[in-house]
DNA sequence: AATGGCCCCAACCGCCGGTCA
DNA sequence: ATGACCGGCGGTTGGGGCCAT
């Protein structure tokens, strides 16, 4: 036997949500903690499908997330991460903890596909990313080519990281899926200080908030909704006291510092020289076991030396299959 | 001022893998 | 073992806003 229903599909609201109902969603959220989608609408009363809540709140509500244009550094990372990774919007996302995945995709197909179009109408510039179908061959061979030898690197240093440390110490088990920012389901984030922000940023969010967070700030999940729920907003969406995001395990590594110092996050200019230089091929995949939760962001730096290293050059969509391989290895550390 | 077309983005839809009863 | 649900994801849509005519 299954479980019983999420929630009734008859009477359900659909559309664009009231600032009531957020309230109620947050005020829900704040008290509870996000996840046990299923139990939200029938204990906030809202006529909402538990899907919808939590799209609504990831997508939304929930803290750290910067709305309005994007910058050109994250319209350059944007262009890149989806030339590397191709549609996964999450994944991309997990790169640009203030963006939700629901924005980058909507600012990659409104915005960043035209761009493109026009960009390789108007000159040989060439967008790497899916569209470029029309790839020269012999490029495109030879990134490929590149593509697999680093791949067969890849494997061995995933086979000897696995020979020499399949038991982790504790502070390094903490750690966050590089791909979807993601804790693992073995650990939980610090959820009190992460939490914390969060209800100041809802405060912000919707005027009038007024209800003392801390004071309701009591964690009452079970690890089986904590591991849901706090995935996205801790493992991308803390903040730091100046209000820059960062990422933080249990062992106080603050990702997203991480990975500006791979990103070079104050310029990502064409040159990309901050990158180059904060990240060799030599330091980058799967050498610094210290902080195995950077494991796809540090793969993902081979890719990146790779397609600067292409230049202009147009580049084939990127075999998601083989990327797929950095990945899974990523997420076994 | 009215109208039509375009653009943007919040929200929905459908699928998938994992989980649970 | 089975089947239904949950949570996550990417693709798509439609309604509201903006702009040109």
Same mark, same amino acid.
């Given at each position: 036997?299954?479980?019983?229903?999420?929630?009734?599909?008859?009477?359900?609201?659909?559309?664009?949500?009231?600032?009531?109902?957020?309230?109620?969603?947050?005020?829900?959220?704040?008290?509870?903690?996000?996840?046990?989608?299923?139990?939200? +609408?029938?204990?906030?009363?809202?006529?909402?499908?538990?899907?919808?809540?939590?799209?609504?709140?990831?997508?939304?509500?929930? +803290?750290?997330?910067?709305?309005?244009?994007?910058?050109?550094?994250?319209?350059?990372?944007?262009?890149?991460?989806?030339?590397?990774?191709?549609?996964?919007?999450?994944?991309?996302?997990?790169?640009?903890?203030?963006?939700?995945?629901?924005?980058?995709?909507?600012?990659?197909?409104?915005?960043?596909?035209?761009? @493109?179009?026009?960009?390789?109408?108007?000159?040989?510039?060439? +967008?790497?990313?899916?569209?470029?179908?029309?790839?020269?061959?012999?490029?495109?061979?030879?990134?490929?080519?590149?593509?697999?030898?680093?791949?067969?690197?890849?494997?061995?240093?995933?086979?000897?990281?696995?020979?020499?440390?399949?038991?982790?110490? +504790?502070?390094?088990?903490?750690?966050?899926?590089?791909?979807?920012?993601?804790?693992?389901?073995?650990?939980?984030?610090?959820?009190?200080?992460?939490?914390?922000?969060?209800?100041?940023?809802?405060?912000?969010?919707?005027?009038?908030?007024?209800?003392?967070?801390?004071?309701?700030?009591?964690?009452?999940?079970? #690890?089986?909704?904590?591991?849901?729920?706090?995935?996205?907003?801790?493992?991308?969406?803390?903040?730091?006291?100046?209000?820059?995001?960062?990422?933080?395990?249990?062992?106080?590594?603050?990702?997203?510092?991480?990975?500006?110092?791979?990103?070079?996050?104050?310029? @990502?200019?064409?040159?990309?020289?901050?990158?180059?230089?904060?990240?060799?091929?030599?330091?980058?995949?799967?050498?610094?076991?210290?902080?195995?939760?950077?494991?796809?962001?540090?793969?993902?730096?081979?890719?990146?030396?790779?397609?600067?290293?292409?230049?202009?050059? #147009?580049?084939?969509?990127?075999? @998601?299959?083989?990327?797929?391989?950095?990945?899974?290895?990523?997420?076994?550390?």
């Amino acid at each position: 036997m299954g479980r019983p229903p999420c929630c009734d599909k008859v009477g359900v609201k659909k559309g664009p949500w009231t600032p009531e109902e957020d309230i109620l969603l947050v005020s829900y959220i704040q008290e509870h903690g996000p996840g046990n989608w299923r139990a939200v +609408p029938t204990n906030t009363g809202l006529l909402r499908c538990s899907k919808s809540c939590r799209l609504r709140w990831t997508n939304y509500l929930r +803290p750290g997330i910067r709305r309005g244009s994007f910058t050109d550094h994250e319209e350059k990372m944007i262009i890149h991460l989806q030339a590397l990774l191709g549609n996964r919007w999450a994944a991309i996302a997990s790169y640009l903890p203030q963006r939700t995945d629901n924005d980058i995709k909507n600012y990659w197909n409104t915005h960043l596909k035209k761009k @493109l179009r026009k960009l390789q109408e108007g000159s040989d510039y060439h +967008p790497r990313n899916g569209s470029s179908d029309n790839s020269e061959p012999i490029l495109r061979g030879q990134w490929e080519r590149r593509l697999q030898t680093d791949i067969h690197m890849a494997r061995q240093a995933l086979f000897d990281a696995l020979s020499l440390d399949k038991n982790p110490t +504790p502070s390094s088990s903490s750690e966050v899926k590089p791909s979807t920012g993601c804790y693992s389901s073995t650990t939980k984030p610090a959820q009190g200080s992460t939490y914390a922000y969060s209800t100041d940023n809802i405060a912000k969010l919707l005027e009038g908030w007024t209800k003392d967070p801390a004071s309701k700030r009591e964690q009452k999940h079970t #690890q089986s909704t904590s591991q849901h729920s706090f995935k996205r907003m801790a493992g991308t969406e803390s903040m730091s006291s100046e209000g820059t995001p960062t990422a933080v395990n249990n062992s106080g590594i603050e990702l997203s510092g991480a990975f500006e110092e791979l990103f070079g996050m104050e310029s @990502l200019d064409s040159t990309n020289s901050d990158l180059s230089q904060s990240m060799s091929p030599e330091t980058s995949i799967f050498q610094d076991e210290s902080k195995p939760d950077l494991g796809g962001q540090v793969q993902l730096s081979t890719f990146e030396e790779w397609l600067f290293e292409e230049g202009s050059t #147009q580049l084939g969509k990127v075999d @998601l299959s083989e990327i797929s391989l950095y990945e899974n290895a990523a997420e076994l550390f």
